[in-house]
């Protein structure tokens, strides 16, 4: 069964661009449906115009408060058949509304080791708290602001000369490897939710 993906994202989409490619290479087990964002000037919505994939703008500015934001969110991806829904740098909280219309089944990914470093500007925390060591966290999302269930981690080291930029180059290119690989699993239908802690089943071997 081929799940049907969603990606919202807000700014320049290189997640959306390493999800795109991991999936024309085949590895993922979805059909994108299509890619939202809030900013008509977002750099992924060329990003998916460029690979034929529908692209929507939905500007906040447009309803009066989140929950109507997220009503709007949930017809326009019910509409396009979504089951799984990818936050790719998409810089809102997404209403419960929009949790609730699709259970376990929305990941974002953060640019720290959660749960140290939630919120804005996760590498510049991570830098200014003086960590040894960061990264970046795959998780589920839930009502609050980056506190769901985490589907997998992979940690960078921080460097004494290491600057915002710096580290976050090094954070982003594990982001490339770990987000498809996690959408991967979440598609396949191989991630059990129990309480905070997810657990990964082995891949089904057809003889
Ligand atoms: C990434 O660092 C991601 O972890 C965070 O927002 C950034 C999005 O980058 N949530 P991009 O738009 O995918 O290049």
């Known amino acids: ?38 900013n008509p000037d977002a750099q992924a919505l060329e990003r998916a115009r460029a690979h034929g994939l529908r692209a929507a703008v939905l500007p906040a500015a447009l309803y009066p408060d989140r929950r109507a934001y997220g009503a709007a969110l949930v017809e326009l991806l019910k509409s396009w058949g979504t089951d799984m829904v990818a936050l790719a740098g998409f810089m809102r909280l997404v209403d419960p509304v929009v949790v609730r219309a699709f259970p376990n089944r929305i990941l974002n990914i953060h640019p720290a080791l959660l749960p140290a470093f939630p919120g804005l500007h996760a590498q510049r925390q991570a830098l200014q708290y003086g960590v040894r060591v960061s990264g970046c966290t795959v998780h589920l999302v839930d009502e609050g602001m980056d ?11 921080v460097f004494p000369d290491d600057t915002e930029e710096t580290l976050a180059a090094r954070i982003l290119k594990e982001e490339h490897r770990l987000y498809p690989e996690a959408i991967r699993l979440l598609a396949a239908g191989r991630l059990k939710v129990e309480g905070r802690r997810v657990y990964i089943s082995p891949e089904e071997v057809t003889l």
């Open 1 to 38: 069964m081929t799940a049907n993906l969603a990606v919202l994202a807000s700014g320049r989409g290189t997640n959306l661009q390493a999800i795109i490619e991991a999936w024309q290479a085949g590895r993922l087990p979805v059909d994108i449906v299509g890619v939202v964002s809030d």
């Open 147 to 157: 506190t769901g269930p985490i589907v997998l981690q992979a940690a960078v080291p």
